[in-house]
């Protein structure tokens, strides 16, 4: 195992600072617990936790915690595992979708093979409940079980999308809300069921964190057809390649010419990357991009208010920096 793991992506300048500390702290916990006496799993899942990332979802965790008072140390073993949780899905959705390229690096299932990415996926998961047992809170198990199925469902529906024109963007929307927004709904709610807050905040808590995972969501959609290889960390397009309808391209057909829309259409169907400059061109020339992220505004907007609730406290005030940060990035 590595003496240290990547630094995590600062996308979020004050939260990155404030818990920079704390953020040790969980990698000291993930390194523990990714320990195998099977060669191949250390390899594997060190490869892909080592390369960072924005740990956004562990930081939740984290800050909404330590906002309601909580410093005990199971909060570093919880914000681990909804990372772990987070790391077997990017392994098993990098064979899914046949990625190649994922923050920067090769991914894992082009570099060891598929085989070898699903099952230490699965070992990445299953230590993940481990850990979610070892904290001794029905109510911790509950959120990540509940959470972990609902990832699964979003992954399947996902499936059922691809190269589908006729996507609606409320199936679209849905998408998200399982697939990614649901670990951030769970990692800012087990902030709170640490502090034993009451429902009331609890809840408050978790809608943050919905909305917050939605519009990170909408802004990677976007970058796709707005951003560049090097600063995405993943090839630009491959949403396109996979056949996803994600909301930029729905916009786009909504308000394209006949001749755009069924350019875009058949782009979709046959995952037409070969025509990702035109694809490009016609989701600008919409105005699909400013409006995908102007969706993602909305939702910052709506986890802000979400915080009402919370105590003024330096943790309170990052996490109102973390939900512009996560809409007006680039990468």
Known sequence: MPASLSPPAPPISGATVLMVEDMRQVDAVIRRRLASDVALIDQIATYIISAGGKRIRPMLVLLFSSALGFVGRERFELAATVEFIHTATLLHDDVVDESALRRGRRTANALFGNAASVLVGDFVYSRAFQMMVSAGRMRVLEVLADATNVI???????????????????????????????????????????????????????AYGRSLGTAFQLVDDLLDYEGATEQLGKNVGDDLREGKPTLPLLIAMERGTAQQRTLLRNAIVHGEVS????????????????????????????ARTMLEPLPATVHRDALLDLSIRSVERSS
């Open 275 to 302: 025509r990702l400059a035109e694809v490009v061109e016609i989701v600008r020339a919409t105005g699909a991009l400013a409006a995908t992220r102007e969706a993602a505004r909305t939702e910052a907007d709506k």
């Open 152 to 206: 699964a469902e979003g992954e399947v529906l996902q499936l059922m999308n691809m190269h589908d024109p006729d996507v609606s963007v409320n199936d679209y929307l849905r998408v998200i809300r399982f697939k990614t927004a649901k670990l951030f709904e769970a990692s800012a709610r087990l902030g709170a069921v640490l502090a034993e807050a009451d429902v009331a905040t609890e809840e408050a808590c978790a």
